[in-house]
């Protein structure tokens, strides 16, 4: 049976980002139509279809949970990433100076 | 608001860049956290948070743990970039280097007529597709070229074999330039055996050359999936194996397993075929995206979820006949194991960010054309000319500058991919924009629908599963294959993740 479903959640706690990168991950599972509202953020959501898409379609209550923790996932892999800021880039540089040789 | 600011201003250590997947099966270690640096870790849902917060108890044993494994540090107390940078530096110490695999093709022409085929192939008898004696000496150039000290050619087809006068030059070109040059090379023809001969088996002895060959399973399975006019490509093929082995030594010839979707009902016959001919590896690979097999694929292919299917049962046979004392590691996840449990890069091109293909290899078609990768001249069959680097007559210096070798490298460092960059598993994986220019015409890709992501996925956390709950068998299995030593000749303390 097919289904939609809207999430909005506000842009201070989930920005728009982080949004973006839940629909691509999604993608295989769920199509995900990113629509920003003022201070808030509309996710429409429905089973993907096209070929290529994954064989197992979630239910509406599924699709749900799937999306609210994959919001929280990759929100808190947005936190990480800003307390990290800088380290990866200094990392790299360190190990590999003198490669571009 | 502010009480959160306060305990992180107070917290005792600070986060470094690491990346977290979670692992939906139940376990309650479902969390798997890894680091810049390789090591990982798996931990419950709820400690991710605890971490995150800068909450841990600063006198846990988990707290030492993620210190020790470069998740967190101390500031004012350990400067943890030195020793990361190392280990980081010792991860991808490929690129310290020129290409180190050159792969010649010296023929199309091959005795066979697979549907399946991935490298493509013109008739036997056919003129005009074997390299030219001058394209070859050109080639040689291009090999010392490299800044490389270790260096691998391999010969490709087609089949080799029906052009093994122009492996001789090229070799014969290479050992004596190699008088100067005195860097390690190792040579390896990819081939039927089919064409072997006692002038080839001198030559070979000669020269120390290693042979790779394929063995899909038994005769049944082999003469199926490789059709000849003879129908006995299966008997050639075990005669050959035998024949290398009495001249040049049992570990001359090493085998590849090429599955097609019959194949993959047979995962125990195909690995007893590999026991009984004495292997002590088999490589179990999915069909690629290319040549033949492209055409084909409607009849040929399967799904990667089926393919997942087939390795995860093969893989269970595998530990099963290793507990038993047969040593027969799959060549595939021995190289997964290395990126996962060493602190070195397996060096295999296919799991390398930056991408192996041009940084690491150069393959010199029959017609004098330079790729940077056997795929993307595979694509060439397909009709796809737009990944050639140049001519052979044109130093590595202009090869490597090409303008394709600049859109594979924008494409080809996973760190930097999207999905791949929030990926868990990307410090043991790699870049492949040539398959995803094949499979879906463009070089960078979308993950959700990658075989290439699908298949390493799924076959990485099949990994870090029996990592984190594997018997005592079945780690001492996977740590023999990782250290190339049978179950009796390893410690007998196992490894615990």
Not at chain 2, 59 to 74: G, M, N, P, T
Not at chain 2, 360 to 386: A, I
Request: hydrophobic share 40%.
């Amino acid at each position: 049976m097919e289904w939609n479903l809207t999430i909005t959640v506000n842009e201070q706690a989930y920005s728009l980002r982080v949004v973006q990168r839940v629909a691509y991950a999604m993608a295989a599972t769920l199509s995900i139509h990113v629509k920003p509202n003022g201070q808030n953020i509309d996710l429409e959501i429905a089973p993907t279809l096209i070929v290529g898409g994954n064989d197992s379609r979630p239910s509406r209550d599924q699709a749900h949970e799937l999306v609210l923790r994959s919001l929280n996932d990759f929100a808190m892999r947005e936190q990480i990433q800003s307390e990290t800021s800088g380290l990866r880039e200094l990392l790299v540089n360190v190990a590999l100076r003198g490669a571009e040789s | 608001m502010m009480g959160s600011a306060l305990i992180a201003k107070d917290a005792g250590y600070r986060l470094l860049p690491f990346r977290f997947l979670r692992l939906d099966d139940g376990n309650s270690n479902n969390v798997l956290l890894t680091a810049e640096t390789g090591e990982y870790l798996f931990v419950p849902e709820m400690l991710l948070n605890t971490l995150v917060r800068r909450e841990l108890d600063t006198h846990s044993a988990i707290y030492k743990d993620l210190l020790a494994r470069h998740f967190i540090y101390e500031p004012g107390r350990h400067n943890p970039i030195p020793e990361m940078a190392a280990q980081y530096r010792s991860r991808k110490s490929f690129l310290l280097e020129g290409p180190a695999l050159h792969i010649f093709v010296v023929t199309l022409r091959c005795n066979h007529t697979c549907q399946y085929c991935q490298v493509s192939r013109a008739p036997q008898s056919d003129a005009g597709h074997d390299m030219s004696a001058e394209h070859a000496s050109h080639a040689v150039e291009r090999v010392f070229e490299s800044s490389s000290q270790v260096l691998t050619v391999e010969f490709q087809g087609g089949e080799p074999l029906l052009a093994f006068d122009r492996i001789q030059q090229i070799i014969e070109a290479v050992e004596a330039r190699n008088e100067v040059e005195k860097r390690n090379i190792q040579y390896v023809v990819t081939t039927t055996l089919h064409h072997l001969s006692d002038a080839i088996l001198d030559f070979a002895e000669r020269y120390n050359i290693q042979f790779s060959t394929s063995l899909d399973g038994p005769a049944f399975l082999h003469n199926a999936n490789r059709p000849t006019p003879t129908k006995d490509a299966y008997e050639r093929t075990v005669d050959g194996i035998n024949r290398v082995r009495a001249r040049l030594g049992h570990d001359a010839v090493s085998a590849l397993t090429t599955l097609t979707s019959r194949s993959l009902e047979y995962p125990e016959a195909i690995i007893d075929e590999y026991v009984a001919q004495g292997f002590s590896s088999i490589s179990l690979r999915p069909l690629s995206p290319y040549g033949f097999a492209k055409t084909s694929a409607r009849r040929l292919e399967y799904s990667m979820g089926d393919f997942i299917g087939f390795y995860k049962k093969a893989m269970a046979y595998l530990i099963s006949i290793n507990a038993r004392g047969t040593f027969l590691s799959e060549g595939y996840c021995a190289l997964l194991l290395t990126n996962i449990l060493t602190p070195f890069s397996s060096g295999y091109v296919d799991l390398r960010s930056p991408l192996g293909a041009g940084i690491g290899t150069l393959v010199y078609n029959y017609d004098g054309d330079v790729y940077p990768s056997d795929e993307s001249r595979m694509l060439l069959e397909m009709g796809e000319d737009g990944l050639k680097l140049g001519s052979v007559k044109q130093p590595m210096k202009d090869l490597l500058n090409s303008p394709v070798i600049d859109l594979l490298l924008t494409c080809g460092v996973a760190e930097a991919l999207p999905g791949c960059s929030d990926c868990a598993l990307v410090p043991y994986c790699g870049a492949d924009p040539i398959e995803h220019f094949a499979r879906q015409g463009d070089p960078i890709g979308h993950r959700a629908f990658s075989s290439f992501c699908e298949k390493n996925m799924g076959l990485l956390t099949h990994l870090f599963t029996m990592l984190r709950d594997g018997d005592e068998k079945t780690l001492r299995v996977l740590m023999s294959w990782l250290s190339r030593r049978s179950l009796g000749d390893l410690p007998s303390a196992g490894y615990r993740g």
